[in-house]
Structures are given as C-alpha cells and as structure tokens.
C-alpha cells in the first residue's frame, strides 16, 4: 500500500498459517514486527483485523485475543436478486481509536468532516457500522454503475463503495438537500452537485485504475490498516 506521492504505508503478507491469515507490517522487506492481522472468521466470509500493540509477531499457539484487539469485523454477503456483492463493516469510532491507541486525529484523516453516528457495545466501546453502496443500473451501458470520481477508471468485480450505515446523523442530513440541490444552478454546477450528492457518505471507496493499481481513498473514523484489510477480503471477488 503506497500513497499517491509513491510513500510506503504498509505490507501485507501471509501468515504461513493454513487459515489463509494475513500479516501488516510498516516495512516492505520481511520483518518480525506484525502491527495487525486479518484472520478469517468461524463462518464463511466474515473477516476480522487485530490490533497488536507490541508489534512484534505472535507464536503459532497465540489465539489474538491474548496480546491483541479487535478492531474491525468484515461480514460478506450478496445483493438479494443480482450478481453483486456486499459487505458490512464495524470499526471503533475515533474517541475509541484513540483510546486504543490505534490513532489520533493528526493520523490516517481524522478529525476531518463529520463522525458516523456509533453504537455503543456492552463494554462501553463505540463502534461505527458501513455497508456497500448498492450501484444503480445504467440502461445504455448494461451494467451496474458508481461514481468513483476518476479514481475508477477500470471495470472490476473488486470496485465497491462503503458507506454509513441507515440511521446515521450525516446520511440522514445529506438526504434533506436532495430537493433543492438543482434549482437555480449552471449545469456544470449541477454536475458538480450530484456527484457531491452521490459520495456523500461514502467513507471507503476501492477502484481499479489500471492494470496492476487500485486506488483505496477513506476518510475517519477508518484508518489505513482497517482499509488495507477491508479491500482484501475481496480477493475472491470475480
């Protein structure tokens, strides 16, 4: 995972364990510091990262739960009557993060816009829900369609969107200009508008640029290693 200048953020390697787990660590050559790990769930399609403070990687016997921490649960699923895909995410809200110690709000786009409204779990943790931004059908070209703001320029069965969860503040609120958003304005204006519209909510997005790129753009309350892990869980996705 690199930034547009070309910056190395993270590596992800596998495990070596036949589960199919997956190592993150912030150097691009073998490294015995693991930072989180993606590990299947008991049931087919669910996901979920762990956090490893200490950095340093976790004997064969280590279960996670004792020298790790949660910090994102990934479940797919599919879009009654078509083709497509879906998924449903959870991750730690920023207060909780911080309280993790998995970021703060200089890091990773935090403290920028408004927060998803959290829920609050039984331990007193907040954590934020997303799913998949269901795509619209487009008559003239025959296929299922987003808008990724150019950083989709490729079809891929992988390109997907999260956004908040139904009942959240913001998408509740984005939904009360939809009315008036046209009236009065130039058509580029309008252009403009509609896709401001259309991303509004949206807190991941990952698209296929070319070949051998696919841009991966979120905003808080994810931060790189929740992203990095949620985009490839979708590597079955064909």
Known sequence: MYQNNGEHLLTARPTGKKDGSMCFSQFKQESQHCIAELRPGKDKGEFGLWFNREGLVRTASGNGAENGQEICTICHDAVRDTPLYSM??????????????????????????????????????????????????????????LDYNGRARLASAKNFQLEEAPGSATSASGKSTAASFGKGRSKSERRKSRRAMALAGVRLQFGKYDDNTFNLDYLHPLCGMQALAIALTTASWT
Request: without cysteine; charged residues 30%; proline residues 9%.
């Open 88 to 145: 449903r995410v959870s991750v730690p809200d920023m207060a909780t993060s911080e309280r993790m110690g998995l970021a703060s709000p200089e890091k990773d786009g935090y403290g920028r816009g408004h927060s998803p409204e959290p829920d609050v779990s039984a331990s007193g943790d907040s954590w934020v829900r997303l799913r998949t931004k269901v795509p619209e059908w487009n008559e003239e070209m025959q296929s299922y369609t």
